[in-house]
């Protein structure tokens, strides 16, 4: 893969779209986090 030179607009966008990802993916972790948690206790509870 080639790495085209990239002017420091686009730098600071892609790091601005990486960081909001970041903060996007923490929530969904957890939700997975908590789903996969409530279904391993409901099958422990059987």
Same mark, same amino acid.
């Given at each position: /893969? *080639?790495? !085209?030179?990239? +002017?420091?607009?686009? =730098? !600071?966008?892609? *790091?601005? =779209? !990486? *960081? *909001? %990802?970041?903060? %996007?993916? @923490?929530?969904? @972790?957890?939700? $997975? @986090?908590? $789903? $996969? +948690?409530? =279904? %391993?206790?409901? /099958?422990? /509870?059987?």
């Amino acid at each position: /893969m *080639k790495e !085209k030179w990239l +002017t420091p607009e686009e =730098i !600071k966008r892609r *790091k601005e =779209i !990486k *960081k *909001k %990802l970041f903060y %996007l993916s @923490i929530p969904l @972790i957890a939700a $997975a @986090i908590g $789903a $996969a +948690t409530s =279904i %391993l206790s409901n /099958m422990a /509870m059987q």
